[in-house]
Structure formats: structure tokens, C-alpha cells
């Protein structure tokens, strides 16, 4: 079939809405009509090639945030049927290799496939551009496309009468967020936390802060709009920078540092890691979850104060959820007004306006831009 999408055909080069030719699902995938997908800012970085080597390069079709509903399935899927209405977790989970069966299924082995961008199940592509050439997805997703076929480790169902232009948040920026606070910091009542960085996932990792009963919630970035935003989803404090945190931090923490401490700004830096460290007091745990250049070999942090002080520094990857069970928890908490995702879509924009609302994205002007398809 024909349909639409956004290929990034060249680094740092805008990205091109095209017609493509869309192969039918295979064994174990899945068609599915999106029906929204969010601007996330790990896309951003594949423009501009911070990621290469970890996804795959142009020719590209961008997006790892969407929903949709299942229009075909290919022989032996399970998990869905026509009709039913999905979200996409940007990490498969295929529930049978050895980081699924130990709880871990953010770590899917099948993260593997992911410098390909070709289909999980024989490395292949479905996606053609229209000099016939394959098509790499980004995070095997692709869904900045009015359609596209994806392996169904990658769909969660959801029931049908929920709003999937807020869902489509759940399959990156809210649970990763979120889950970075409450899972992988692992945040307790009447700790100190700062998060670093309030665009789509900083703001979700302060509602999980705040949520999982922290006794102060400080936002750090350098534009009004977030910290302001970031005060309304459970931020007791807000600085412009990490500078300005250290300076204060004795009116938020006594003096004794942070407990925790989650990096979610848009691409981190070595320099950074170091600053984010300092804020923290001892036993303290520093989370990286953004992204780094993946041409970085080194973070800046003095490692015998490691042995001194116990500070830990650990990775997080999807806020180390499980897209099983935390996407429909999580959507569920939407919808009894525990969890705040209306707030977080500054504006909508269509296919044919993706890079208009990057280019806002990069001015600061968004939380989150979401495309909506008719």
C-alpha cells in the first residue's frame, strides 16, 4: 500500500514528507493507521546524528512515540487483532529472551535490531522509498508515517474508548520519565530530588517525584515555560541551572545535598554529569537518563569520592518500565486524574508540519509537540 511519512534522507537536514510503498505485516507484525505521535526530542538527536551507530542512518523514518489502531495482522500474532487500539512501547518487549524473563524487559535482547532499523523478525524492510530503496525505522517504530507495520513486541493494547492522542506519550516521554524517579532513582517519602532538564521527560520524572512523596521537587532548566510548567506537575523549587541549585541548595536541603538527582535534559555532556554529581549529598544517586553523543567516552566525576561518600550512578533506560504493565497503569492513573498529560502537549501540529514543530521544540516554545493524523 501507499501512504505517507517523514524521512530524514541527510544529518541536519530538514525532515522530508513523502509518499512510500508499505509492505504487508509477516509473521509476527502488525499494520497499524497512527492516530497520533509525539515529538520527542531522542528523533531530534538523529537528526543531528548524536546517535549514530545506535539507530539506524539515512534514509530514516523518524518517530518512536505514537498510537494507532491495528488495521492487519500477520500470521502467528497473539498479542493483537484487527481493530484494536494500541500504543507503541519505543523498546520491544518479545517476553521470551533472558532480560524479559528476569523482569527486565526494557532491556529486551531485542534492542539488538535497533542500528538496523529492519524488522525484528528476519531483518528485513517493509518501508520503501520512492526509488524503491528500504527504509530504516527509528526504534523499529516509525511513527512519523500515516501507517506503518512494526513487530508486536512493540504494540500494547488499550481499550478503545481511551484517548490515544494522550496515550501516544505513555510509549516514551511520560513512563520514561516517570519511571526514572519512581523506579530507577527509586525515590521514598521525605527525600530531596532534583531533576535536570523539564522538556518531555523532566517533567514526568518531577511528577514521579513528587508522586512517590518527595519532601521537595526541584526543577532545573533555563526557560520560564518549563520551570514554570514543572511547578504545576509537583515542583516545590525551580533555578535556571544547576549553578544557581548548588548556590541555593541549603534553603531546599539544609546543606546536606541532594538524594537524588535525575538527568533529563536534551543531550547531556561529561561536563554535565560532573556539575549533577556535586549536587549530590552522600548515599546519594545520580540518573542519567538522557541521551549522550554516542561518540562520548567519559563522564567527569571524581571516582574515589565513590568510595567515600557511596554515591551511586546509574543508567535508565525507558525509566526501567515494562510496557505491559505500566502503559495501561499508567493511562488508567490519566484518566482518575492522578497523572497530568493534557498539560504536557503545548501544541499539535500535522505530518506535513514536523519540522515546524522542532524548530519550536529547539526554541524552547514546546513541553511536547504531538502530531495528530486524520
Known amino acids: 500500500m501507499k501512504t505517507r511519512a517523514a524521512i530524514l534522507r541527510e544529518v541536519e537536514k530538514p525532515w522530508s514528507v513523502e509518499e512510500i510503498e508499505l509492505d504487508p505485516p509477516k509473521q509476527g507484525e502488525v499494520l497499524v493507521k497512527m492516530v497520533a505521535s509525539g515529538l520527542c526530542h531522542s528523533d531530534e538527536h538523529v537528526y543531528t546524528g548524536d546517535l549514530a551507530g545506535v539507530v539506524p542512518g539515512a534514509p530514516v523514518i523518524g518517530g518512536h512515540e505514537g498510537a494507532g489502531i491495528v488495521m492487519e495482522v500477520g500470521e502467528g500474532v497473539t498479542f493483537v487483532e484487527e481493530g484494536d487500539h494500541v500504543v507503541f512501547g519505543f523498546v520491544p518487549a518479545c517476553g ?9 524487559s526494557n532491556q529486551c535482547e531485542t534492542l539488538a535490531h535497533y542500528p538496523t532499523g529492519l524488522q525484528i523478525s528476519d531483518s ?10 528500504d527504509l530504516g525505522l527509528m526504534c523499529l517504530l516509525g511513527t512519523f508515517a500515516e501507517h506503518t507495520v512494526v513487530n508486536q513486541a512493540s504494540v500494547v493494547k488499550v481499550d478503545k474508548d481511551w484517548p490515544l492522542d494522550k496515550g501516544c506519550l505513555l510509549g516514551c516521554g511520560v513512563l520514561t520519565g516517570w519511571g526514572s524517579a519512581v523506579y530507577t532513582a527509586d525515590v521514598s517519602p521525605g527525600e530531596y530530588v532534583a531533576v535536570v532538564g523539564c522538556g518531555g ?9 513528587a ?8 526543577a532545573i532548566d533555563p526557560v520560564e515555560l518549563k520551570r514554570e510548567t514543572a511547578t504545576s506537575m509537583g515542583a516545590t523549587h525551580s533555578y535556571s541551572s544547576m549553578e544557581e541549585a548548588a548556590e541555593k541548595g541549603e534553603e531546599v536541603h539544609w ?3 541532594f538524594d537524588k ?4 535534559m536534551g543531550l547531556g555532556s561529561s561536563e ?15 540518573v542519567i537518563t538522557n541521551l549522550h553523543p554516542s561518540t562520548e567516552m567519559g563522564i567527569s566525576i571524581p571516582a574515589i569520592d565513590l568510595t567515600l561518600t557511596e554515591k551511586q550512578v546509574v543508567g535508565s533506560l525507558f525509566g526501567s518500565c515494562n510496557i505491559r504493565t505500566d502503559i495501561p497503569r499508567m493511562f488508567e492513573m490519566y484518566l482518575q486524574g492522578k497523572l ?14 514536523v519540522n515546524e514543530g522542532y524548530e519550536a521544540m529547539r526554541n524552547g516554545e514546546n513541553i511536547r509537540g504531538v502530531i495528530i493524523y486524520d
Open 340 to 353: 497530568k498529560l493534557d498539560e504536557l502537549i503545548t501544541q499539535t501540529y500535522t505530518l506535513d508540519q
Open 124 to 133: 528485513t524492510a517493509r518501508h520503501h522509498g520512492k526509488d524503491g530503496e
Open 96 to 104: 521470551n529472551c533472558h532480560m524479559c524473563s528476569i523482569g527486565h
Open 261 to 264: 538527582v535525575i538527568m533529563t
Open 272 to 286: 554535565d554529569v560532573g556539575k549533577a554529581y556535586a549536587l549530590l549529598g552522600q548515599r546519594g544517586r545520580l
Open 201 to 209: 521527560l523532566g517533567q514526568n520524572a518531577v511528577q514521579g517525584a
Open 211 to 218: 508522586m512517590a512523596g518527595a519532601r521537595a521537587v526541584v
Open 255 to 257: 546543606g546536606r545535598g
